[in-house]
């Protein structure tokens, strides 16, 4: 069995960049054309040269020593031996290039070790945005590392001088000093360091814990929370916050256009204020604060996180433990620094999340795809197993669509989906999940339902469909449904379920159409 490298042995992405101007290459480890095509177009950093190689073997990665490694995430998830021995070595280089689908095939442990994920397809703009994203990262590691190595050095400086002046009381008690600031820089670089290691990451609760768990320890701040800027909404919900003192879940900006998250999120600029008095008579404003009092202090930091070009959250810090001000020359640069890879990776799970949504959404009328559906209802089938609940579903098809299809056009053929879609919608619960099956048929998941309580609601739907019929070009076109209904049966898989209620609803068809069609039990 292939020995496993432990995490301290693992690569790291090269900073070659920063340090010597050479290029940062890029390893294309896929046979994506389409991604090819989006580099050759897209705005790519001065210094990033793209490589293209076959098959990854470690004599390639000695040879030409990338930077970053873009690897196919479906071939990831087939690679064994010696393959997948030298993925999990190299992890922290790898992005990971695939559909959300072939993404989530990964696992979550797979993701946490990479450097990025990239979801394909994807346009040229994203990928300069994404090229650019990691530029900035890797520009900002080398820094650290450089910072870290430079403080290294001074140590080992410090500690001959201490030795050779060690005869001298004076200076000694001055070395003694200068070695304890370098220790406390030190030690601030090495916690920057890994505190961005773990924020670059898709994982949005992993972050929240680290800005409001450990990340005041590096300013000394007793209290922080992190909220996301709907901005929909143009509001503030509370994602994270510590200690667990009661403070406001959601901000809204209008109704509170003169709070300090609200002037951060306008402005887009971090505010460090030493005393709220003194700032705003400086600044001749008047803040609201509405929860002053359960602070203990008068200073604090609110920094906008920026993500894509705007904002994407706020993060607050406040009360120093020793009850002094927030310094803008030792505790500033270390929250602006994270403050960026913060905004960055909520970004980045944003754009994650809305890619996985249009993977499972119907484009035509907005609902769950079959994929969707086929997930929920195995989440169900195994809730009420492991549980003894009941559950239910329906197959609907739209009658004659053919017809309206040949008739009208299939323009009018898509406006009766989408109106059955929305009829649908009002008609369901928010815990059902109705969703596209394909075509012209539609599967309703009711959890927590039984047949007889699934047949009802069928029979409502009939009647709402009659009642509302479908405007196209200034034709009312009016429809009916063939329902199959089913409920789950002891020990019974998702596709048998679905066997049942396709011929109860093949059955409503047959039987004249417009009828519900309720499923024989089980054998």
């Given amino acids: 069995m292939a020995k496993h490298p432990d995490k301290a042995e693992r690569d790291s992405p090269d900073t070659r960049l920063s340090e ?6 890029l390893l294309l480890a896929t046979a994506d ?5 989006a580099w050759d177009a897209a705005m790519v950093p001065a210094g990033f040269r793209l490589e293209t190689v076959r098959t990854l073997r470690p004599k390639t990665i000695a040879s030409r020593r990338p930077t970053l490694i873009l690897v196919d995430a479906e071939a990831a998830v087939e690679a064994k031996g010696p393959r997948a021995d030298l993925l999990r070595t190299h992890a922290a280089r790898c992005v990971w290039v695939g559909t959300a689908e072939s993404l989530e095939r990964l696992g979550p442990a797979a993701i946490s070790e990479a450097y990025d994920v990239l979801v394909t397809p994807v346009s040229r703009a994203i990928l300069g945005r994404r090229l650019a994203g990691w530029a900035r990262n890797i520009e900002r590691t080398a820094a650290v590392e450089g910072l870290g190595r430079r403080a290294e050095q001074l140590a080992e400086q410090n500690s001959r001088l201490s030795a050779r002046l060690a005869e001298t009381e004076q200076t000694t008690g001055a070395l003694a000093r ?6 406390q820089a030190l030690q601030r670089i090495h916690e920057v360091a890994d505190l961005s290691r773990r924020i670059n990451s898709l994982d949005l609760d992993q972050i929240a814990a680290v800005c409001v768990q450990q990340l005041p320890a590096l300013v000394d701040a007793t209290r922080a929370s992190l909220y996301l800027y709907d901005a929909a909404g143009d509001r ?15 901000v809204d900006l209008q109704a509170s256009p003169h709070s300090p998250t609200a002037v951060a999120v306008r402005t887009g600029e971090l505010l460090l204020i030493g ?3 003194e700032y705003q008579r400086a600044a001749n404003v008047v803040l609201e604060r509405e929860f002053k009092d359960r602070y203990s202090t008068s200073s604090c930091i609110i920094v906008p996180l920026k993500g894509g070009g705007r904002v994407r959250g706020v993060l607050n810090l406040a009360d120093k433990t020793d009850g002094t001000r927030f310094d803008e020359a030792i505790d500033l640069p270390v929250i602006e620094m994270i403050a ?37 209802l195995a989440r169900e089938t195994d809730r009420a197993r492991r549980y003894g609940l009941p559950l239910s579903v329906l197959m609907v098809d739209v009658d004659q669509l053919k017809d309206i299809n040949d008739r009208f056009g299939h323009a009018a053929g898509d406006a009766t989906l989408q109106n059955f879609a929305a009829v649908l919608l009002e008609t369901v619960r ?13 599967l309703v998941v009711l959890p927590g339902t039984s047949a007889a309580h699934a047949g009802r609601l069928a029979v409502r739907l009939r009647k709402r469909v009659r009642e509302r019929p479908t405007t196209a070009d200034n034709q ?48």
């Fill in 430 to 442: 928010t815990v059902d999940v109705p969703g596209r099956w394909g075509g012209d048929e539609f």
């Fill in 33 to 37: 054309a389409d991604l090819r095509r």
């Fill in 20 to 25: 010597s101007g050479s290029d940062v290459v």
């Fill in 340 to 376: 960026e890879l913060i905004g960055a990776s909520i970004y980045n799970i944003e754009l994650y999340r809305e890619m996985e949504h249009r993977a499972k959404t119907d484009p035509l009328t907005n609902l769950v795809n079959r994929r969707g559906l086929e997930e929920a």
């Fill in 236 to 250: 503030l919900m509370l994602q994270a916050n510590s200690p667990k003192l009661p403070i406001a879940e959601r």
């Fill in 476 to 523: 009312e076109i009016t429809t009916s449904l063939s329902v199959g209904v089913a409920d789950y049966q002891k020990d019974e898989g998702p596709e048998a379920l679905i066997r049942r209620v396709d011929q109860a609803m093949y059955a409503a068809k047959g039987g004249g159409r417009d009828r519900i069609t309720t499923a024989e039990p089980a054998e």
């Fill in 275 to 277: 005393d709220f008095d």
């Fill in 178 to 183: 200068q070695r304890r600031n370098l220790d």
